[in-house]
């Protein structure tokens, strides 16, 4: 595979429910990223992770949890999830964090319906 | 605060020209990027500008002027499949990626 992998591509769950997401980048990249995707508004930047040290946290609530073991692969721990983080959950990678030029290169998403 | 502004939704015809605009407001700049998002798809990298100027990559073209906080991206001889969401992000100080709402461009035949 190439590129950058998310699953699952869809999730359903209760706000009682844990549930994981997974993201995998086949570039060689350092840096990593989760960001949330609402209806008519812009990219939001949940976490960064720099070779595989957490270099950002927007004032995320503590119900998402984080989780990068190494610099390929990252996942996102949901628990007691709100029905407003229903959400396209978009993974992205990249070269580095702190160069100009370092374009991201997004995954699929996960598209998060919480009932 | 930090702002990137662009219109909600725009309608061109096959074959015909568009300009999507951008402005921005962001504490330092290090770099302007336009990515494109298909319904349902990954955003996908377009353009990246820091100098001032008109950069062209085949029927896209993006122009920055960094003095009035301004961007565009120009689509020539569009295409149906050109029917997408484009999204402007702005570099800050911090180097993280300040992004807009999107622009959704609608292709009539």
């Known amino acids: 595979e190439t590129g950058v992998t998310q699953t699952p591509r869809h999730l359903v769950m209760g706000m009682t429910n844990k549930k994981s997401l997974k993201c995998e980048q086949h570039?060689?990249?350092?840096?990593m990223y989760w960001y949330k995707q609402s209806a008519k508004k812009p990219l939001e930047l949940m976490f960064v992770?720099?070779?595989?040290?957490?270099?950002e946290n927007n004032s995320v609530p503590s119900r998402f949890s984080p989780e990068c073991p190494n610099s390929s692969h990252l996942f996102l721990h949901l628990h007691t999830l709100q029905p407003e983080d229903s959400a396209l959950y978009l993974c992205?990678?990249?070269?580095?964090?702190?160069?100009?030029?370092?374009?991201?290169?997004f995954g699929p998403g996960t598209r998060l319906t919480v009932t | 605060g930090q702002n990137i502004d662009q219109p909600t939704e725009m309608t061109a015809t096959e074959g015909a020209i568009v300009q999507i605009n951008c402005t921005y407001q962001?504490?330092?700049?290090?770099?302007l990027f336009w990515y494109q998002q298909h319904a349902g798809e990954a955003p996908t990298f377009l353009s990246y500008?820091?100098l001032d100027g008109l950069e062209e990559k085949g029927r896209f073209s993006s122009f920055l002027s960094r003095s009035k906080g301004y961007s565009y991206l120009l689509l020539k001889e569009l295409q149906m499949k050109d029917s997408a969401s484009y999204l402007c992000?702005?570099?800050?100080?911090?180097?993280?990626?300040?992004w807009g709402a999107g622009t959704k461009l609608i292709i009539k035949p």
């Open positions: 992205a990678s990249s070269l580095g964090t702190s160069g100009e030029a370092y374009e991201q290169y």
């Open positions: 570039l060689g990249h350092n840096a």
């Open positions: 992770y720099n070779f595989k040290e957490q270099t």
């Open positions: 962001t504490s330092g700049f290090n770099g």
């Open positions: 500008n820091v």
């Open positions: 992000a702005v570099k800050d100080s911090n180097y993280q990626l300040i």
